[in-house]
């Protein structure tokens, strides 16, 4: 089932994910929302990563890298030697040659089953893509970012949680408007349909690592694609409610890390 679900992964990012559409940009990129007034907010939100990742060394292992297709995400790996990309879909690597070239080494493998030595890299991201695992192995995957991290240094992992309480309060938003007015907000399509996806919760996670890895969860991002495109606009003051929203998430980052529906997640060895 597990090789069978990867191999579907796999081919989804291959065929479909990583190719570009008709306006230049990978498909995978319109589960994002690109709209002009969430654009700082999302800006922002990317940047959050190097709040938690050191700086500087020698090897950065950038886990289910994709292409690293936004810019923001370069910042990451400045101050490392070498970025190592490392994707299951030779498509993303393929692509992310092309964008890091000489800085990046390129390795298509498992995250489940990483083909490195323990301690091998002074820092590690990995964003927005433990979720494509089964559940059973969202474990395994983060057992394997602890053995090759470097004792002393720390790993940032990006996923998004399930049904978290944020989506919950902007559904329930949604159906009060439309009770109070009969004209509802357009509920986008929820994002992240193409492929296998297994998101989780804090409690869950928290349960599921026990004591072998002790995280910190803290905000990446709270809205949703979905709850973007549904209820930020130019004309009901949106960029507004976007900085007002990233305020809160910096003041009270633990509070949005587990009910927003992106976290931060953060290990150290
Ligand atoms: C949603 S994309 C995210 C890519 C990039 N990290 C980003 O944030 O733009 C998920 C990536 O994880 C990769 N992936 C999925 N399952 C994987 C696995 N078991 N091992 C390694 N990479 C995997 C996919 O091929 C894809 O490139």
């Not at 479909?16 to 990978?26: N, R, S, T």
């Not at 923001?72 to 299951?88: H, M, N, P």
Request: net charge positive; hydrophobic share 35%; proline share 4%.
């Amino acid at each position: 089932m597990a090789d069978n679900t990867k191999q579907q992964v796999r081919e989804f990012y291959d065929e479909i994910g990583w190719q570009k559409e008709a306006d230049g940009l990978y498909q995978n990129a319109h589960y994002e929302d690109l709209r002009p007034v969430s654009r700082e907010y999302i800006h922002n939100t990317r940047l959050r990563v190097n709040d938690h990742l050191l700086p500087h060394g020698d090897l950065l292992l950038d886990a289910g890298s994709g292409p690293v297709q936004y810019d923001e995400y370069l910042t990451y790996s400045q101050g490392y030697q070498k970025r190592v990309c490392a994707d299951i879909s030779i498509q993303a690597l393929r692509e992310a040659r092309t964008r890091i070239g000489d800085h990046g080494l390129f390795v298509v493998c498992d995250v489940a089953k990483l083909p490195f030595k323990p301690d091998a890299f002074d820092g590690i991201v990995s964003m927005h893509t433990i979720h494509h695992l089964p559940a059973d192995e969202h474990k395994v995957a983060y057992a394997e970012l602890y053995r090759v991290l470097k004792p002393a240094r720390v790993a940032v992992v990006v996923n998004g949680w399930t049904n978290s309480t944020f989506d919950a309060l902007a559904k329930f938003l949604n159906r009060t408007r439309r009770f109070l007015r009969g004209k509802p907000l357009k509920v986008q399509p929820h994002e992240e349909k193409g492929t296998y996806v297994r998101k989780t919760n804090a409690k869950w996670l928290r349960q599921e690592l026990g004591d072998s890895i002790r995280v910190e969860i803290y905000a990446w991002r709270s809205a949703s694609t979905r709850t973007l495109r549904t209820f930020i606009h130019e004309k009901l003051g949106g960029r507004a409610i976007l900085r007002w929203l990233y305020k809160m998430e910096a003041k009270h980052p633990k509070f949005f890390g587990e009910n927003g529906q992106y976290p931060i997640i953060v290990f150290k060895k």
